[in-house]
């Protein structure tokens, strides 16, 4: 392959850009090892020149209607059906995904297009009543300007769709920054987008690190609303920046989420639900059960099943495979610390730990499906967001002290509950904090139509997708006049 051709572009204005000299980022194969891209780590001077094409193209689009606009979205989503497979590839490539979780991921995103571009013939607001005799009043949405949205790679694709279609259909113009480790998967967006007649100017991308690219894009003056999804350490620099000129901000940050098992669960069904919550997607979810919390009667037990089907879970890249590896090498560096500094202040690791023995794998920045024990609820590696295919076990005498546990974090973005008893599944629902509350489920599962959110450092209270997510990228205008008598 040619440098050039190695050389993953922006996109700004309708077309592939040229950058401006700039440093290089290397995207590597998380699973083989090899150099995938480079990756610009686009500067002020680029990222400037998007903003300007977003605002541009805004008026023409702000005044098309909501229902052509829907159309358009709609076109897009065809269109990422027939290029279903080279999307489902990239994103296995990029990531080192399983085709199979590829795959799911592309239907997701199709799902959500789906939902969006039904919006423009609904975008619900409302009418009120008035004390005023002969006063009318009504509600209509309107859209900021130019969005930021800045998207992580766990799940690339589900990450674009959820912010791009919701604020294009809101009639907002979007500067996307991509995730450094999922560069080519949001520059296919943005052709197709292009392949299914968006206007030039209304879907931009911008490469590059957080730290560079993204910091000048949260820092443009013209950038009226930044949806980011990502750590909460950034999210809280990202309020504080917006802050200081009122821009609208939606933040989508960590979780440290409870999984309870009762000693009336279903101890099969608990289980299965707890290794897709821990280890799926390699762990590499906001919304993952990474805190394990069983009763005691049936603790020991649950031990030694979960233990059981966790030693069945393949690594790789194939369809035969359960998890593929973690996103990059740091990260890869950062989770096996993790569990090294659990080792050393006393948890015992039943399983995993370390990275996988075969030579296959060894290119790779996998980390072996891991569970721990013995560790206190005040250890890190019990407090803080890992990203990582790593669980915690922590037994409890009851349901008072595992809503107590399951509270006991500065997160609050899911929770799941195991339990035969309804009066058990509402009292927890509605206690434990947490944006989501599942019951026999995962710890994740969001579908289009349901808003996803978290308490506390999970987020700023903002709610997407779902209808609830008009009310990141809208604003809500009130609008009144006065019928005089007289005048029929």
Not at 355 to 381: H, R, W
């Amino acid at each position: 392959m040619s440098d050039r051709k190695m050389k993953i572009c922006n996109w700004i204005n309708g077309k592939a850009a040229e950058v401006a000299p700039c440093d290089w980022l290397e995207k590597i194969d998380p699973h083989s090892g090899e150099l995938l891209w480079l990756v610009p780590d686009t500067d002020a001077v680029d990222v400037r020149d998007a903003v300007s094409a977003a605002q541009a193209a805004f008026p023409k689009w702000r005044d098309t209607t909501a229902v052509r606009r829907g159309q358009l979205l709609g076109q897009m989503v065809a269109a990422m059906r027939a290029h279903a497979q080279e999307l489902q590839d990239c994103i296995a490539r990029e990531t080192g995904k399983p085709p199979q979780d590829a795959q799911g991921e592309v239907g997701a995103a199709i799902a959500q297009g789906e939902f969006f571009a039904g919006e423009g013939m609904r975008m619900y607001a409302r009418s009120l009543t008035s004390a005023v005799p002969g006063k009318h009043s009504h509600c209509i949405r309107q859209p900021h300007g130019v969005a930021a949205l800045i998207v992580p790679a766990n799940t690339p694709l589900a990450n674009i769709a959820w912010k791009v279609f919701p604020a294009l259909i809101c009639g907002n113009t979007v500067v996307l920054k991509a995730s450094e480790d999922a560069p080519r998967t949001a520059l296919l967006m943005a052709e197709i987008g292009k392949e299914a007649g968006l206007p030039d100017g209304v879907f931009n991308v911008v490469q590059g690190s957080g730290r560079r690219t993204g910091s000048e894009l949260v820092l443009d003056p013209r950038v009226a609303l930044i949806s980011f999804t990502g750590s909460t350490n950034v999210g809280r620099w990202i309020a504080q920046e917006a802050g200081r000129r009122l821009a609208r901000v939606s933040l989508e940050l960590g979780g440290k989420n409870p999984f309870v098992v009762c000693d009336d669960a279903e101890l099969e069904h608990a289980v299965h639900w707890a290794v897709l919550s821990a280890f799926s997607n390699a762990g590499q979810r906001c919304a993952a059960g990474s805190r394990i919390i069983v009763f005691e009667g049936v603790y020991e037990r649950f031990r030694r099943v979960l233990l059981d089907r966790v030693a069945t879970l393949a690594l790789g890249v194939g369809a035969d495979c359960n998890l593929g590896p973690l996103i990059n090498a740091r990260h890869q560096r950062a989770v096996l610390e993790a569990i090294a500094r659990a080792r050393e202040a006393g948890g015992r690791v039943l399983c995993g730990g370390s990275k996988p023995a075969s030579a296959a794998l060894a290119q790779g920045c996998y980390v072996e499906p891991t569970v721990i024990e013995g560790i206190g609820p005040e250890a890190a590696i019990a407090r803080e967001e890992l990203f990582g295919p790593v669980a915690t076990l922590h037994p409890v005498n009851d349901l008072q002290q595992a809503l107590e546990l399951a509270n006991a974090s500065e997160y609050g973005l899911t929770a799941a509950i195991h339990t035969r008893s309804v009066d058990r599944a509402v009292w927890f629902a509605h206690r434990v904090r947490a944006g989501v509350a599942n019951v026999n489920l995962g710890t994740y599962g969001s579908e289009p139509h349901m808003p996803f959110g978290g308490f506390g450092a999970s987020g700023n209270g903002t709610r997407e997708p779902g209808t609830e997510a008009l009310d990141v990228y809208a604003e809500l205008k009130n609008i009144s006049f006065l019928a005089r008598d007289g005048l029929i």
